[in-house]
């Protein structure tokens, strides 16, 4: 099993390009198929949304704005192709949804596309751009919404290898679950496979694993060729998040999988966790799924 179809969820950011030729890469490898994504929302619909725009837009302001949006559209689409013609890769497409008032965010619209790829492609926001059609929370909207995998690519840099050192969360839950499924392809092609539970509670982690922490998940992988190694670490004290930074950063690893919610969505959506902070704080692209 391989990736056949790729979305790159175009953003309007210096570190696009950089997103791009990962995306392009992974893309290549797989012999994929490439659909880039540029989605435009009015401004204004927010503020018409709460009751809070000052004033109407009118129909000029808003024609205005449409033109606006789709010029800019058409030079991301004249990068990309360059950038894809750079690296003689063919296989793409590029789209441009030009959303309407009942549409949605930027998430809503992408998670309507990415149903129909195996993999959502997307850089990590970063506070210092000025695209604010995305934020920290939209990977995990689009995964959640599309019920498709989405790998975040960090805004610092795009590194040399992605997938030849893989850290995998695991929770026992059915994102995780799906996070590992989802990620086979580069499970399967992985030099070094960790797999890394953090230890919550005695009781809590013999209750959820069993008698061997990581056994099953470690056969599991183990059926579909892919060598792992299991590794407990003591969460008592710091949170999931903070564990698997430290760990990310001590081991060298370039790409971290994991579910997307790490304790219920209500209280993930209401107080952050894992996901939320992991998107805010991540150093090396990560893979989720919902």
Known sequence: ??????????????????????????????????????????????????GTYPVAP?????????????????????????????????????????????????ADIAA??????????????????????ISADTPAVIATASARPVLILPYGRCPDTLGQHIVLAWNATREATHAITAALPFLKRAALVEILIVDE?????????????????????????????????DGRGLSVAEVLLSKIADSGADLLVMGAYGHSRLRELVFGGVTYELMRHMTVPTLIAS
């Open 1 to 50: 099993m391989d990736y056949a179809t790729l979305l790159l969820l175009t953003q309007d950011s210096s570190h696009q390009a950089d997103v791009a030729d990962t995306a392009l890469r992974i893309a290549s490898d797989a012999n994929a198929h490439l659909t880039a994504l540029r989605v435009h929302v009015p401004s204004y619909q927010a503020y018409v949304a709460a």
């Open 58 to 106: 009118s129909a000029e302001a808003i024609e205005h704005e449409k033109l606006e949006a789709a010029q800019h559209a058409d030079r991301l689409k004249t990068a990309f192709v360059e950038q894809a013609h750079r690296v003689e890769f063919q296989n793409f497409e590029w789209r441009y949804h030009a959303g309407e008032m009942a549409d949605g965010s930027v």
């Open 112 to 133: 309507l596309h990415a149903r129909y790829a195996d993999l959502v492609i997307l850089g990590q926001h970063d506070p210092q751009e000025r695209d604010s059609q």
């Open 201 to 233: 509670g005695e009781a809590r982690t013999h209750r959820i694993y069993g008698d061997e922490p990581g056994a099953d998940i470690a056969l599991f992988a183990a059926r579909h060729g892919i060598r792992v190694s299991v590794t407990q670490l």
